[in-house]
């Protein structure tokens, strides 16, 4: 294989490799950039939701009781959690794909069941108290999604005149809901999660065409220096030396030898070229 071949070879090689690890590592930090984007939002859709439960809580809640006799409840005007989840339905109308759920094992409402990978999350939680969230990748509905779960605790007594023994449950209540799911929920155990998803489909798409656009243009310029390489290095390299491995072949049979060497070339050929205009000038003083 001659200087030329070999040359670009092993500059092809080394540049297709560089190439591979300009774009897998592209691809990875696209991706990485899109999970951190993904959690960013589904922080603030959390600490939204949270904000509407609390405002429910602080604000309305007491002012309506105000407002109705003492035994009734009307779930849309004084349930955090019912708010919640209405306020994120017409949400989810201007974002489809989004979701935000209060995943429980044993809802009063049917809408709020726990899935079966949100009934791992929630176990997950049971298992581990010390966890305060958790967060990954998974497709839903043949969906690519990013998901962050917080816990739900039954963080106080209050909690269970609702969710405890169904007697004790406001009328209004068990006439929406039932009397059969939603209850007997017990002081301390974690029956819950808040879970947002976050779809990231239209991200990973994005990273993939980044990193193409990346790789084809890193090829399209691997392969113009390799031309720019191969043309310079027949130039300047492989065609001087063929001229002069010709004349110094005809020296050495005899031929040609009254006409000096003129090569333009500078550096190692330069000098060879030098060398070899030396040896003929001896070889005639010789032969003389
Ligand atoms: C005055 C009654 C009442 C109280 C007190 C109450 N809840 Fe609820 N809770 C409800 C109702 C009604 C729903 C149904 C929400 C819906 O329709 O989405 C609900 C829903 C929930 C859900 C969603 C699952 C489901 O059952 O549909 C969770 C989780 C929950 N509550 C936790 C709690 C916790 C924790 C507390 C105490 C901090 C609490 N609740 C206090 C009435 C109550």
């Known amino acids: 294989m001659g200087i030329r071949a070999r040359s670009i070879l092993v500059m092809g090689v080394l540049g297709f490799l560089a190439i591979a690890v300009i774009g897998i590592t592209s691809y990875q ?5 899109a ?3 993904a959690k960013i939002k589904s922080n603030i859709i959390l600490n939204y939701a949270m904000a509407t439960k609390k405002y429910m809580k602080l604000v309305q809640k007491p002012l309506v009781k105000e407002l109705i006799e003492a035994d009734r409840f009307y779930p849309e005007l004084m349930s955090g959690f019912v708010s919640a989840r209405g306020t994120f339905e017409l949400f989810q109308e201007s974002y489809p794909g989004y979701i935000f759920k209060q995943a429980t ?3 009063l ?3 709020n069941k726990a899935s079966k990978e949100e009934q791992v999350l929630i176990d997950h939680f049971r298992r581990d108290p010390s966890l305060i969230s958790s967060e990954g990748q998974l497709t839903k509905n043949g969906e690519e999604v990013f998901y962050f779960a917080q816990p739900i605790k039954v963080d106080s007594k209050s909690c269970l005149r609702c969710h405890g023994n169904v007697n004790d449950a ?3 209540q068990i006439e929406i809901y039932g009397a059969e799911a939603g209850y007997n929920w017990k002081m301390n155990d974690t029956v819950a999660a808040f879970v947002i998803y976050i779809p990231t489909a239209a991200a990973i798409t994005a990273a993939k065409k980044l990193s193409l656009t990346l790789v084809l243009i890193g090829a399209g310029g691997i392969i113009l220096i390799l031309l720019v390489i191969w043309f310079f290095l027949d130039r300047s390299v492989v065609l001087p030396i063929v001229q ?4 110094t072949e005809d020296f050495s049979l005899g031929e ?3 006409a000096p060497i003129e090569s333009g070339s500078t550096g190692e050929i330069g000098a060879l070229a030098q060398a070899i205009e030396r040896l003929r000038i001896s070889l005639i003083k010789l032969l003389k």
């Open 29 to 33: 930090l696209s991706i990485k950039n």
């Open 35 to 37: 999970m951190d984007e």
């Open 105 to 107: 094992i044993d809802p």
């Open 109 to 111: 409402n049917p809408a």
């Open 170 to 172: 406001p009328k209004d």
């Open 244 to 247: 002069l491995a010709r004349r």
């Open 256 to 258: 040609n030898l009254d």
